[in-house]
């Protein structure tokens, strides 16, 4: 059977052990789906793989506000940021939670019907250009903010790395096309969609000192979705010392000044392939994941390169333009960790 995976080979559940087998343990009993392929692409990097399960748990998952609102900022954040593979995912996904009709017309393109959901789904689509007023107008109960931005902030991370190193299509030979495949697939799951899930136990699988002693993002405070994201900002931050000092300096300055377009394909600021390498890299999974070729990774992915060293590369210029978006939210005075 063809992989889904690109550019690596990642340990697949039944052969994980220590804290990647733990992931595996609470994706299949939370999420319901132990082998969620964004997630099984990054078990060569367990401290990564651990955040980043921990921010969709304590939002998407655990966090306050309806699963199916959350869902519709998922999927338009994919929408926004051209991931098929999350969008139908989480399209299918309001199958689980019995919203069948609205996730019908999401299939076909089509609008919500209710204002409020098209509200939600229209946030997410409009996180991904840092500073939009579009975003400044919550279509959910303040109180639910850290569950909704924690969402958006986790799929924003998710799409890029689904996007560099998993194939687009959700299921062989895009069968979830089909009506009947998506219904069955998200009823499938509705049981486990539907259970009251308490936040707090994915906290336990990251390092301690990558949550920070400080209080994370205003938007998040008092909820678990704030360690969560500290602990994943904190754990990307290894990719960068992948780069030369130069290379981070593009990555960051390039991705700064981004305003949330996508990059036309004949970018000219682009670093070159063969000069630059990794800067290459690191900025398509910030701007344009989709856009990673094989001749992209070849160039840069040899000895002593790994996947491990990959996946962390990949990590840190996703997580570069994660920070881009979660700054320019006009939801708080950002507060740093220490």
């Known amino acids: 059977m063809t992989s889904p995976f690109r550019y690596t080979e990642p340990i697949p559940p039944k052969a994980a052990t220590g804290r990647a087998a733990q992931v595996y343990e609470q994706l299949a009993e939370d999420f319901g789906i132990g082998d969620a ?25 655990a966090g306050a506000g309806t699963r199916t609102g959350k869902e519709l900022a998922a999927v338009g954040v994919s929408r926004a940021n051209r991931c098929p593979f999350c969008a139908d995912a989480h399209t299918m996904l309001l199958h689980a939670t019995g919203d069948h009709a609205l996730a019908e017309r999401l299939a076909h393109g089509k609008p919500p019907e209710n204002e409020e959901h098209a509200r939600v789904l229209a946030w997410g689509e409009a996180t991904r250009t840092p500073g939009s007023p579009d975003v400044s107008a919550l279509p959910f109960p303040a109180a639910h903010t850290p569950g909704y931005v924690g969402t958006a902030l986790s799929f924003h991370f998710i799409n890029r790395i689904v996007s560099s190193l998993v194939t687009e299509n959700l299921l062989p030979g895009n069968a979830q096309r089909f009506r009947v495949v998506r219904s069955l697939g998200g009823r499938s799951l509705g049981r486990t969609v539907r259970r009251n899930i308490a936040p707090g136990a994915s906290l336990a699988l990251l390092d301690e000192d990558t949550t920070g002693p400080g209080p994370g993002p205003s938007w998040a405070a008092g909820a678990t ?32 000044a981004w305003d949330g377009t996508h990059p036309p394909l004949a970018r000219r600021d682009l670093p070159d392939r063969e000069d630059r390498p990794g800067a290459r890299l690191a900025l398509l999974a910030a701007l344009a994941p989709y856009r990673i070729a094989d001749e992209d990774v070849a160039a840069w992915k040899k000895p002593p390169y790994t996947d491990h060293c990959l996946v962390h590369l990949i990590a840190w210029g996703a997580f570069t333009a994660v920070d881009r978006i979660e700054r320019a939210l006009p939801l708080h005075i950002h507060e740093e960790t220490a």
Not at 38 to 57: C, D, N, T
Not at 225 to 250: C, I, K, S, W
């Open 37 to 61: 392929a964004p997630f099984v692409a990054l078990s060569s990097a367990p401290e990564l793989l651990a955040p980043a399960w921990a921010l969709l748990r304590e939002s998407l998952i």
């Open 225 to 256: 979705v704030g360690p969560a994201y500290t602990a994943l900002r904190t754990a990307t931050t290894a990719g960068a010392g992948l780069l030369t000092e130069a290379d981070r300096t593009l990555v960051q300055e390039t991705v700064g």
